[in-house]
């Protein structure tokens, strides 16, 4: 999708603007195509597949990394923590990376920094808006708010659109059980629904924000309240569903606990910073910081309880933004607007190395 | 207050980032201040009041804009026309500007295309997020979209915090105009309520998203309805207040017939793109849209409806975000969040300039 869109504006992005974007090379899991002069983007399913040869990712990056251009970047679309491992050298050599890959960013801090420190090294870019919320603006939102010297007090959210779509849809006259399968048929789920209903997805998102807020947390640290009941995280997709229904009860239990206090269940994700103070000056110990993933009961008025059905909602709390938090919403995961949010960093990586658009 | 986030943050930025920022000059309305080296931001404000010599605008230009510095920044906080006025001359030979003054991206098409044919010509950058929405990425979330080949069919929302602020509190109980005094007298309406009633500050905001989407729009196409009762829109503030309570009882029927529908009122812009495929093709014509500010009503369930008191919110309805839209809410006027907006497209010309953020 990525490459469609990319293709739908790369003669405006010439002529307008002067960019030209050549993609030399394309990688998938088995295949790959390399070219020298560029591969007609136009046409890049068909060269594809008619010249690909056996995937390599050591040739893929040799090919795509050479002197006589002034610039490579790498976008990564895969969810390879493998790939992702490869970020550091990649940006140490001076290649860029954009992606929506959560992998890098949630990995161990000692990853992380290493990551940051050869980007720095490398005077290469990194950038990485659509690892949450997709074409949704967060990351920069986040940045722009910090590197502004505003202090933030918490960011939450729903960073799920599957869990979003769940709790809109569970009111109790069909089991929850029922609902995820439902929603798997559909396809709103992933192939194996307890990937999004263990809460990890959503936690590493909070990583990826925390980090960007200069706290130091890694994934163990988040307290995670994962759905799927104590004894089916294992086994195969068809006996999870098959045991998914003995839990209803318990669903029903809290969903019933709720509305008992006139409230709606929400699956939330919180990031509350201690002391903000900290984060002003330089030098100073990294703010600590707590990040909680789990189900919440909100008011019936609350804006988290009336979002539309799959909507991402993130809320940014500062000392600018104190009364009234900054609110960003909208469909936060699918191809069109993840591709979307890939392709705008891939023209502010245009304009930071020095394009007029 | 933009300078004293500056000043908070200046150290950091050099010391983390090696970007040095240098405040060669404060031109006020009576005085200035120039330095030759910069001045020290911590303390401008006294620098400010015992260096100040009279204000000179051409002499003041003629000192930031040197040679022998990599780069010269005009950030203009005034509202004023005048100023907005020098844009094109200043991008034209190089200097960048940064502001959230509204005056040059909603002046006649004829300026304002100057002014971006001068921006390539000099190689400058022209930054203005904070001209909608102060420090809601709302200019830059647009921009994206568009230049990542997105068709935009319409952005709408609640650009006036003032009038949001007006008709979320105005439920009948309390006459119109008593709102309109009380609210002027907590700072806030402008000095004279006419400049927000009348709604054009909404359709200068208008006017810069739908130019912002390719559509060539000018001030007088924008469809406003004016809350200023006819008759009272010249004469002093004093006459003016003394005779809005005339006007109170046509505004109560008009809430009175939303009621009796199930409805409330709210003040919206909306831009309607009429054919968004012409957006996509470089060298088409231009896309015709259509753009109106006025009081309409909403159903009680809208999102509009349920804001925070002086909230803005902007959705976004594209062709990627088309079941549910792209929405952005928060705190869209005041000193800190619009200086923050100010702030972020400093940084932000930083980075395309090459600091590496």
Redesign the interface.
Known sequence: VFLD?LA??S??LR??FKIDLRVRGILGSKRMVLAETGIAVEHWRREYEQRGVPANLDRFIEHVHVDYLPHSVVIDCTASADIAGRYAAWLGAGMHVVTPNKKANSADLVYYRALHEA??AG?A?YLYEATVGA???VV??L???R????EITSVEGIFSGTLAYLFNIYDGRTAFSDIVRDARQRGYTEPDPRDDLSGMDVARKLIILGREMGLELELADVKVESLVPTGLETGSIEDFMARLPRHDAAMRERLDAARARGKVLRYVGRLTCDDTSRT????ARAPSGVATVGLVELDT?H?FA?I????NVVRFATR??C?????????GAGP??TA?GV??DL?RLA??L?A??
Do not use: K, M, W
Not at 147 to 150: L, N, P, V
Not at 308 to 311: E, P, Y
Not at 323 to 331: A, C, E, K, R, T
């Open positions: 869109q739908s504006q003669a405006r002529e307008q980007r720095r005077g870019h074409g949704l603006p920069h939102t940045r722009d708010l590197e502004t010297g505003d002003r000056s330089a030098g008025r804006p009336n539309a059905l799959t909507d600018r933004y009364d009234n938090p900054l609110i960003v919403q909208g469909p069109e607007v979307g392709f705008a023209l304009a930071y020095g007029r658009l």
